[in-house]
């Protein structure tokens, strides 16, 4: 099992940057063993796909939303996974989560496909 607390969600401008963290606490297999991902939900909405990485942090994806705004990092070593948020916009308010996969990655986009969630953290921009 794993338990993950996300942190640094807050409440900033348009245009300005954050960078949210996922600490994970492992118990019977290593941090290294999980795909993770980001989602959001935001009021009344169903919860989306933001990105994912792999096990080995090679491999990442984003939604079309995000790209080229957001970037996704782990560090196996610190069992720690980011989403550096740049240029960020009021529509990308919501409650963000992680998430983690103990499978093999085959469907990142879909929530249906992880298996331990935190409790989310909210981020909310202003126009």
């Known amino acids: 099992q794993v338990q993950l607390v996300e942190s640094g969600g807050g409440f900033v401008q348009a245009g300005g940057s954050l960078t949210l963290s996922c600490a994970a606490a492992?118990?019977?297999?290593?941090?290294?063993?999980?795909?993770m991902g980001w989602f959001r939900q935001a009021p009344g909405k169903e919860r989306e796909f933001v990105s994912g990485?792999?096990?080995?942090?090679?491999?990442?994806e984003f939604a079309d939303s995000v790209k080229g705004r957001f970037t996704i990092l782990r560090l196996n070593a610190k069992n720690t996974m980011y989403l550096q948020m740049n240029s960020l916009k009021p529509e990308d308010t919501a409650v963000y989560y992680c998430?983690?996969?103990?499978?093999?990655?085959?469907?990142?986009?879909?929530?249906?496909?992880?298996?331990?969630w935190g409790q989310g953290t909210q981020v909310t921009v202003s126009s």
């Open positions: 998430a983690a996969d103990v499978g093999l990655w085959q469907s990142p986009t879909s929530s249906q496909a992880y298996d331990y």
């Open positions: 492992v118990s019977d297999r290593p941090f290294d063993s999980y795909s």
């Open positions: 990485i792999s096990r080995s942090g090679r491999r990442t």
